[in-house]
């Protein structure tokens, strides 16, 4: 099992920045992925960012956003730069076995609302 706590969400005007942290328990998080997923108002779901032993990012945010990892504080975080406000968002921790983590991750977080203003 695992549980994931996201939190660094907030309010930020265009071309800021934010980072967001994510910090996971749990005995199975070791040999799990995680990532990250946001949903806009009116919009499904869709995959922002992961890493197993590869790192991946959707087109909309290359060269943007930074996925990292704090092993020893079993914590991932995602660093956003160069913000837009198409980024503003519920941005949602995930966690699963690799290659489900890309798609249907077993665990998620509670959410963090992210907001960018023009």
């Known amino acids: 099992q695992v549980q994931l706590v996201e939190s660094g969400g907030g309010l930020v005007q265009a071309g800021g920045s934010l980072r967001l942290s994510c910090a996971a328990s749990?005995?199975?998080?070791?040999?799990?992925?995680m990532g990250w997923f946001r949903q806009a108002p009116g919009k499904e779901r869709e995959f922002v960012s992961a890493?197993?032993?590869?790192?991946y990012y959707a087109d909309s945010v290359k060269g943007r956003f930074t996925i990292s990892r704090d092993n020893a504080k079993n914590t991932v975080y995602l660093q956003m730069n160069s913000l837009k406000p198409e980024d503003t968002a519920v941005y949602y921790c995930?966690?699963?076995?690799?290659?489900?983590?890309?798609?249907?991750?077993?665990?998620w977080g509670q959410g963090t609302q992210v907001t960018v203003s023009s």
């Open positions: 995930a966690a699963g076995i690799y290659p489900s983590i890309l798609t249907r991750p077993g665990y």
């Open positions: 749990g005995r199975t998080f070791s040999s799990y992925g």
């Open positions: 890493m197993t032993w590869n790192t």
